[in-house]
C-alpha cells in the first residue's frame, strides 16, 4: 500500500481527529482571509470614491484666487484633442432663508464649494444627461448638503462668496472697505448623485464634500467676473493638456496686457498689479526697464510736509542709490532742491495683516521736468478704490490712512489736478530695497519703443512665458487619486492585527487537537516505526493526512471569509462608523487576500502538524507501543533561583514603576501602564511556576479536602498547567487592558501641554478676517490667536487616503512660544523656535499637528535635519520642499491632520490667500460652549465654525474608540475560542489518565465524587490563568483609573472579566464528560 493511499484511509478512520484539524484551519483561513477581505474592500472603496469624485477628468489647473479667461479650455480642447471645461470656483456658505429650515436641518452650511459650470463640466460625468441644465439663479446640490439643509428640488437658499478681487486683497494698495462678501438667493433645482458629478472635488478625501453648482455665466455676473474662470479641467494626461495650453494660450488670457503711453512707450501690466519674475524673465531679450509704484504716508523736507504720495520706481529718473528725483510742485511745497535730503515714512505690510511705519531718507538728485511725470502719469497702474475716486476723502484701499492727513487741502488739490502723478521718483533698486514685498516688488515693465510695437511684445511674451512659471500649471490628479489610495493605511493588515486573538486561537485549538489525535494513535506510529519505517516517512505520512484536511478546510475558510469580511463591514456600518471616519466600505470580492489567507493557514497548520509529529516519532518505540504518556506529560516544573528571581524582582519593578507614573502624572499614561501591566504578567507566572514547582515536590496531604488532588494534578504535569495558564493570562490581559485603554481627554485638557493647547475653542470662518479678529469677536487681543490657512488634504485619522499635500496653518511661533501652548513645560520655546530656523536650498520648515498624524497619517520621520519632505506649489507655481522638522508631542491635538508653518513663510508663499481662517480661543467666564455658541451665531455672515477644543478632540479620538470597541469583541471572540482550546487539553489530560481514573471506579469511588473532583482541578486550571491575566490588567488599569486617566467603567471591565471566566468555566463540564465517557475496564487492564 502506496503512502497515499494509506493517508487517505488514515483520514478516514481518524475522522474525529481529521475534522478538528479541518476546523481549526477553516477558523484560521476565514479570520485571515476575511480581514484581507476587508482590507481589499476599504481600498476598492476608496478607489471607487476617487473615481467617481473626477469623473472623466485626469488633469486639473487650478489657480486658486485668481482668474484666467474661461475661452482657455477652447484652447486645449482645440490644440489637445481631449475634452476640457472651465470652473469658476469660490467658497460659499449655504444657508435657507430665515424661518424656512426643516426640522433637524442644519441652519446654515459653512465651508461648502460653488461651481460655476458649463455643458462641458456636465460631459466629464459618468452619465452627463443626469446634470441638468442650470439657468440663473438655480443651483444642484449634492446629496451632502441636501441632507444637511434638508432641501429638496424648488427650496430656496441664501449663498454667501467673498467677493473676488484681482489683487490680493491683503496687499498695501488693495481695495479695502467692507464690500469683502457677495451674497445671492438661489433656488433648488436638482440633488445630484455620484453619477452626476455630485461628489466632485480634486481633495485625495473620501469624505463626501459640500458641493453646489450653478451656471457659470450667471455666477461670473454675480462676481463681476465676466468670462472669468480659476480652475481648468481636461481628460488625457497632464502633460499633454500643459503641451496644448502651451500651445493655445494668450498672455491676455492671464491677464496680462500691454498698452502704449506718450513717445510711444510700450508697457506690460498685469491685473494683479504686480508682476511675476517670470515675466520679466520671459522679456529678458528686450530692452525692458522695470519699475514699481507706491503710496508712502508722509514726504518731510524740514519743517514741511505733504501726505500721502504717489512714488514710483522707474527710469524716469537715472538717481543713483538712495537718491530721487521730485516733481516740480513736491520742490516747490517742500522748498527742495538738488542736494537735500527728504525724509519719507511709508506703512510695510507684515505677515498678520499688521502695518509697521517705517521710515527712510533720500537726497535730492533733481527736479523731474513736466513731461516725465506726463509719461509717468499716463502709465500709473490702476488701483481700484484709488484710480477711479475723484477725491483723497473716497480713497478706499486696505492700507491705514489718516482721515485729517486725507482732508489736507494742498494735497487734495495735487490730486484733482494731477491724480496718481507721482511726486517722487527713484531708481528701481532702491524702489524694490524700499517698498518690495511678498505681493512683488514689480508693477510693470516698460519697453523702448524705437525697437518693439505692441503686437510683437504680445507675441514674445506668448512665446517665451510658460505658463507654468505663473501657476497654470496642469496637475496628474487622477493619478495623484489612485496613488493616495494605494499608499493608504493597510486596512487588511490592520484588521489581521485587531483579529490575532482569533487566528491564534483557531491555531491553537488546530493545534492540541491534533496533537491529542497523535498521543491516541501511538501504538500506530510505534508499530510503523517497529516494522523498519524511518521517522522521517511516518512524518510524510501524517503530513499527507492532515494536508488534504488542512487544505480543504482552508480552502472553505478562504470562502467562509467572505461571510466574516461582510460581518465586519455590516458592523462597520451598524456599531463601530468612526473606526473608517464614518465612510460606508462596500465589500468587494477578490481572490487574492482569500487565497492569501487560505495558504497562510494552510502553512501554519502544517506547521503545527509537523511538530506534533515529529515530537511524537522522536519517542522510544517501547514506549509508544505500550501506549505510555509522552515523557513531557509530566512535565514537573524545577522552579529554581532564576525564576524566583523574574518573580520577585519582575513583582517590584512593575509596583514600583506603577507607583512612580502615578506620581509623575504623564499625559498620555495608557501605553506606560500596559507595559507596567505586562511585566507584571510575567512576574506572576513566574510565581505560578514557583508554585507549581514546590507543589510537584511535595505530598498533597497537607491541602484540606478536595483541593489535595487537584493541587497535585495541577503540579504533576506542570508543564502543560504553566502552557494554558499562559496563554490564558495572556489573552486575558490583552482584552482587559485594551479596554481600559480609552482615553480620559478632559482630564488635562486645559493645560498648555495638551492637545488644546490650553484653548477653549477651536474656530475655522469660511470667509477670511482681515485684522481686527478680537474686536470682531468681543474677546481680549490676547485671548485670540489668529492663523492662516491654505485649503489641502486631511492627514490625519479622518482621511482612509494618504494625504498627498496636506493642509497648511501659518501660525505665529514667537506668541505660542510665549504662550507655552502645545509644548511641555520650558520646550514651547525650542519646538516653535524650529518654524524659525532656516533651512538650507530654500526649504520651508514645518511641525506636523500631532504625533498620530505623523506616524499614520503621513507615516513620516520628523527631523530638522532628515525629517520627510513633502512637495507643494506656490501661489506663481513654483516647486518648494516642505521638510517635517518635528511635531507636536502630544497623541491628539487639534491641530490632527495639518502641518503647521510660520506665518512669515505662509504669506511669503501664498500671498493671495486673504486674511484669517482659523482661531484658538481662550474663553471669557462663560465657558468653552457658551462662547462657541455664541460664535456660531455672531459671526454666522462669515461661515464660523466654532466647536469646544475638547470636543474637537473627542471627535477625532472617536477613530481609536471605535478601533477599541471593535478589538474588544474581536478579543472576545478569540477568549472563546481560547476557551474550546483549553476544553481540547482538559480532553487531553483525561485521556493520560483513563487507567488512573478506571482504578478509581474500581476502588468504588462514586462517579459522582471523582466528576466533582475532576470539575473543580481542571476549574482550577483554567481559573488560574484567568485570576493572573486579571491580577496584571489591574495593575495596569487601577492606576489608570485613580488618576482618572481611562475612560472605561470599572464596574465594564468587571463584566468584561466575569465573561472572560464564565466562557472558560462553561467548557469545563463537557470537555470533563467527554472524557470521563472514554474510561473504561479495558483502561486498567492495559495499565
Not at 496644448?244 to 502704449?260: C, N
Not at 516519532?617 to 525564576?643: E, F, H, K, Q, S
Not at 464564565?1062 to 467548557?1067: F, T
Amino acid at each position: 500500500m502506496n503512502l497515499r493511499r494509506m493517508a487517505a484511509r488514515g483520514v478516514l478512520w481518524h475522522r474525529r481527529m481529521h475534522l478538528g484539524l479541518l476546523l481549526g484551519a477553516l477558523l484560521a483561513s476565514a479570520v485571515l482571509s476575511g480581514a484581507l477581505l476587508v482590507g481589499a474592500s476599504v481600498k476598492g472603496t476608496l478607489r471607487g470614491i476617487a473615481l467617481a469624485r473626477l469623473g472623466g477628468v485626469e488633469a486639473a489647473l487650478d489657480w486658486g484666487d485668481r482668474h484666467f479667461s474661461a475661452d482657455l479650455a477652447d484652447a486645449v480642447a482645440e490644440n489637445g484633442a481631449r475634452p476640457a471645461a472651465a470652473v469658476l470656483s469660490a467658497r460659499a456658505t449655504a444657508a435657507p432663508p430665515a424661518g424656512t429650515a426643516g426640522a433637524g436641518a442644519a441652519p446654515q452650511l459653512n465651508r461648502a464649494r460653488l461651481y460655476g459650470v458649463d455643458a462641458a463640466f456636465a460631459a466629464f460625468a459618468e452619465t452627463p444627461a443626469a446634470f441638468p441644465k442650470l439657468g440663473p439663479q438655480e443651483v444642484a446640490v449634492n446629496a451632502a448638503v441636501a441632507e444637511r439643509l434638508g432641501l429638496k428640488p424648488g427650496d430656496d437658499l441664501t449663498l454667501r462668496m467673498p467677493r473676488p478681487s484681482a489683487m490680493p486683497l491683503d496687499a498695501p494698495l488693495a481695495r479695502g472697505g467692507d464690500r469683502d462678501t457677495v451674497a445671492a438667493l438661489v433656488t433648488v433645482k436638482a440633488v445630484l448623485d455620484e453619477e452626476a458629478l455630485g461628489r466632485f472635488s480634486l481633495a485625495a478625501d473620501q469624505a463626501m464634500p459640500l458641493n453646489l453648482f450653478a451656471d457659470r455665466a450667471w455666477l461670473q455676473e454675480l462676481l463681476e467676473l465676466p468670462g472669468r474662470a480659476n480652475l481648468l479641467l481636461a481628460g488625457g494626461d497632464a502633460a499633454g493638456a500643459q503641451a496644448a495650453l502651451r500651445a493655445g494660450w494668450r498672455p491676455e488670457q492671464a491677464g496680462y496686457s500691454v498698452r502704449s503711453g506718450p513717445d510711444g512707450w510700450i508697457q506690460v501690466e498685469s491685473d494683479r498689479i504686480f508682476l511675476e519674475d517670470a515675466v520679466r524673465e520671459a522679456l529678458a531679450n528686450a530692452p525692458v526697464q522695470p519699475t514699481l509704484t507706491y503710496l508712502v504716508d508722509r514726504i518731510t523736507l524740514g519743517g514741511r510736509s505733504t501726505p500721502y504720495s504717489f512714488v514710483v520706481a522707474a527710469p524716469s529718473c537715472d538717481a543713483p542709490e538712495d537718491a530721487a528725483c521730485v516733481s516740480p510742485w513736491l520742490a516747490e511745497t517742500l522748498g527742495a532742491k538738488p542736494g537735500d535730503r527728504i525724509e519719507l515714512a511709508w506703512s510695510a505690510p507684515g505677515p498678520d495683516n499688521t502695518y509697521e511705519t517705517r521710515r527712510g531718507g533720500l537726497v535730492v538728485h533733481a527736479v523731474l521736468p513736466e513731461a516725465a511725470l506726463a509719461l509717468e502719469r499716463a502709465l500709473a497702474p490702476r488701483f481700484p478704490g484709488l484710480t477711479d475716486v475723484d477725491t483723497c476723502r473716497d480713497w478706499d484701499i486696505g492700507m491705514p490712512l489718516d482721515e485729517e492727513a486725507l482732508n489736507d487741502p494742498g494735497n487734495e488739490a495735487y490730486w484733482k489736478a494731477f491724480g496718481q502723478t507721482p511726486k517722487l521718483v527713484v531708481s528701481y533698486e532702491t524702489g524694490k530695497r524700499l517698498w518690495g514685498s511678498r505681493f512683488g516688488a514689480l508693477t510693470a515693465l516698460r519697453l523702448n519703443p524705437a525697437k518693439l510695437d505692441e503686437e510683437s511684445v504680445r507675441e514674445a511674451l506668448r512665446r517665451e512665458l510658460d505658463p507654468a512659471k505663473i501657476g497654470l500649471a496642469f496637475q496628474p490628479v487622477r493619478e495623484t487619486a489612485l496613488r493616495a489610495v494605494d499608499k493608504a493605511l493597510d486596512f487588511g493588515g490592520l484588521f489581521t492585527g485587531m483579529s490575532f486573538f482569533l487566528v491564534v486561537s483557531a491555531l491553537v485549538l488546530l493545534g492540541v487537537v491534533f496533537a491529542h489525535g497523535v498521543e491516541q494513535r501511538a501504538g500506530e506510529i510505534g508499530a510503523l516505526l517497529a516494522v523498519g519505517w524511518t521517522p522521517r516517512r511516518v512524518r510524510r505520512l501524517f503530513l499527507a493526512e492532515a494536508g488534504a484536511s488542512a487544505a480543504v478546510g482552508a480552502a472553505a475558510g478562504a470562502v467562509a471569509g467572505g461571510g466574516y469580511a461582510w460581518a465586519l463591514l455590516e458592523g462597520l456600518r451598524r456599531f463601530w462608523p468612526g473606526a473608517v471616519a464614518d465612510t460606508p466600505v462596500r465589500f468587494h470580492l477578490s481572490a487574492q487576500p482569500m487565497v492569501t489567507g487560505a495558504v497562510i493557514a494552510l502553512g501554519c497548520a502544517l506547521a503545527a502538524v509537523w511538530v506534533a509529529s515529529r515530537r511524537a516519532t522522536r519517542r522510544d518505540v517501547r514506549a509508544l507501543l505500550a501506549g505510555a504518556p509522552p515523557d513531557g506529560a509530566a512535565g514537573r516544573m524545577r522552579g529554581g533561583r532564576a525564576v524566583t528571581l523574574v518573580a520577585w524582582a519582575g513583582t517590584a519593578l512593575a509596583l514600583g514603576a506603577a507607583a512612580a507614573l502615578v506620581a509623575l502624572r504623564p499625559e498620555n499614561p495608557s501605553g506606560m501602564f500596559f507595559g507596567v501591566g505586562f511585566l507584571m504578567l510575567a512576574a506572576l507566572l513566574a510565581h505560578y511556576a514557583n508554585w507549581l514547582a514546590r507543589r510537584a515536590r511535595r505530598s498533597a496531604g497537607d491541602l484540606p479536602g478536595g483541593r489535595r488532588l487537584a493541587a497535585a494534578q495541577l503540579a504533576r504535569r506542570g508543564g502543560r498547567s504553566l502552557a494554558v495558564a499562559a496563554m490564558t493570562a495572556a489573552g486575558c490581559f490583552l482584552v482587559l487592558s485594551t479596554a481600559a485603554m480609552r482615553a480620559n481627554l478632559a482630564l488635562h485638557a486645559g493645560e498648555r501641554a495638551s492637545g488644546t493647547g490650553g484653548f477653549a475653542v477651536f474656530a475655522e470662518t469660511t470667509l477670511p478676517t482681515r485684522g481686527g479678529a478680537a474686536a470682531a469677536f468681543g474677546l481680549p487681543e490676547d485671548a485670540v490667536v489668529p492663523l492662516r490657512a491654505r485649503d489641502g488634504e486631511e492627514a490625519g485619522c479622518l482621511n482612509l487616503n494618504r494625504a498627498q499635500s496636506p493642509r497648511l496653518a501659518g501660525v505665529n511661533p514667537a506668541r505660542l512660544a510665549a504662550k507655552g501652548a502645545f509644548a511641555p513645560p520650558g520646550t514651547a520655546e525650542a519646538l516653535w523656535g524650529l518654524l524659525e530656523t532656516p533651512l538650507p536650498g530654500g526649504v520651508i520648515p514645518a511641525l506636523v499637528g500631532d504625533s498620530d498624524t505623523a506616524m499614520w497619517g503621513l507615516q513620516a520621520a520628523t527631523d530638522p535635519v532628515t525629517g520627510t519632505e513633502l512637495e507643494y506649489l506656490t501661489e506663481g507655481g513654483e516647486k518648494v520642499r516642505v521638510r517635517l522638522v518635528g511635531r507636536l508631542p502630544m497623541r491628539l491635538s487639534v491641530f490632527q491632520g495639518m502641518l503647521l508653518v510660520s506665518e512669515r513663510d505662509f504669506t511669503r508663499l501664498y500671498p493671495g490667500e486673504v486674511g484669517h481662517r482659523m482661531f484658538l480661543l481662550e474663553a471669557d467666564g462663560g465657558g468653552a460652549a457658551a462662547l462657541a455658541a455664541r460664535l456660531n451665531r455672531e459671526q454666522a455672515r462669515l461661515g464660523m465654525e466654532a466647536v469646544p477644543a475638547l470636543d474637537r478632540l473627542r471627535a477625532f479620538y472617536a477613530v481609536e474608540t471605535a478601533y477599541l470597541s471593535l478589538f474588544l469583541v474581536l478579543g472576545g471572540l478569540g477568549m472563546a475560542l481560547g476557551a474550546g482550546g483549553a476544553g481540547v487539553v482538559i480532553l487531553r489530560n483525561l485521556y493520560e489518565r483513563r487507567a488512573e481514573l478506571a482504578l478509581f471506579h474500581a476502588l468504588g469511588y462514586p462517579p459522582a465524587l471523582v466528576r466533582r473532583m475532576l470539575l473543580a482541578e481542571n476549574a482550577l486550571l483554567v481559573s488560574a490563568g484567568v485570576g493572573i491575566g486579571a491580577a496584571a490588567a489591574a495593575v495596569a488599569v487601577a492606576p489608570l483609573v485613580l488618576l482618572s486617566a481611562t475612560g472605561a467603567s470599572p464596574a465594564a471591565l468587571a463584566a468584561v472579566l466575569c465573561a472572560i471566566l464564565a466562557a472558560y468555566l462553561l467548557a469545563v463540564p463537557p470537555a470533563v464528560g467527554a472524557g470521563l465517557r472514554r474510561v473504561t475496564p479495558a483502561a486498567l487492564r492495559a495499565e
